[in-house]
């Protein structure tokens, strides 16, 4: 027995060593584009201000709510991206490879107000800042491949991507107030209030990544690339009064440029 897993210990260090030697550790970082389609929203409208100051809901409105379909047209604006990636050759020109990182996206919109009773205007007339999104998710490409078209200078990747959601910020609400003096102190009165239907992020997305890198210099890659997602970005199953929102096909497209670096090649060590 104890020949047996001396044996079995031996062959599985010898096995491990191989795999190990054709193991590379490489760190990548950039700045990417994200194209989300222009989409119809719904939007809820207060149109006579609140009943009470500071409690901002549909609910609390002085008069019947206002509910009309209204288009944003998107722009998009650079974030970055970081990650690590663990490369595996497993035979001539032919590479395994997992990766994680962090994936931080930019995006504006604005929205055209047309509704019978309300002012019809765009958003950002009233709240310059009202489309601007910012999303934070954790990346994962669990098992992509990669083909070396020129050896050791052009290298061409594929795989599945998939993106948690960390944390986002973008405009739910804008409002049109003024202020007022009530003992000495200074209040904001809303006149009137834009609810957005959806109020969340999708938590996942998932899609392909498609990229191509470019050898400079001994381990360092120009790394060009692009991720299409096969969800939209926007989660519609939460909204006011059941008022559903049409972004369901918000799908994002992300383009990618940066540099990939390779920190540890095991075969070394």
């Known amino acids: 027995m104890k020949n047996f897993t001396l044996t079995l210990t031996l062959l599985f260090s010898l096995g491990f060593s191989v795999f190990a030697q054709n193991l590379k550790l490489i760190v990548e970082a950039g700045s990417n584009l994200t194209f989300i389609p222009d989409f119809t929203d719904d939007i809820v409208i207060a149109n006579d201000g609140l009943i009470v100051p500071g409690l901002?809901?549909?609910s609390n409105s002085v008069s019947p709510l206002i509910y009309t379909k209204s288009r944003s047209a998107t722009t998009t604006k650079p974030g970055f991206y970081i990650g690590v990636d663990l490369d595996?050759?497993?035979a001539e020109r032919w590479k395994l490879f997992a990766s994680t990182g962090l994936s931080y996206w930019r995006y504006d919109y604005d929205t055209y107000i047309y509704a019978k009773g309300t002012p019809t205007l765009y958003l950002s007339e009233i709240d310059p800042n009202h489309g601007n999104t910012s999303i934070l998710y954790y990346n994962v490409k669990p098992v992509s491949f990669s083909y070396e078209l020129i050896v050791n200078r052009l290298v061409l990747h594929a795989g599945p991507s998939?993106?948690?959601l960390i944390a986002d910020d973008f405009s739910k609400t804008v409002l049109v107030s003024h202020t007022e003096t009530f003992d000495g102190k200074m209040y904001e009165i809303v006149d009137?209030?834009?609810f957005k239907s959806t109020k969340e992020m999708n938590t996942l997305l998932i899609g392909f990544d498609l990229g191509v890198d470019i050898k400079i210099i001994r381990q360092l890659y120009?790394?060009?690339s692009g991720q299409y997602y096969f969800n939209s970005v926007y989660y519609t199953g939460n909204s006011y009064n059941n008022y559903k929102s049409d972004?369901?096909?918000?799908?994002?497209?992300?383009l990618q440029v940066g540099l990939n670096y390779q920190i540890f090649d095991f075969n070394k060590r």
Do not use: D, H, K, M
């Not at 972004?247 to 992300?254: A, R, T, V, Y």
């Open 222 to 224: 120009f790394a060009v």
């Open 56 to 58: 901002i809901t549909p």
């Open 162 to 164: 998939f993106n948690f």
């Open 247 to 254: 972004l369901s096909n918000c799908f994002p497209l992300q």
């Open 192 to 194: 009137r209030a834009y």
């Open 88 to 90: 595996y050759q497993f």
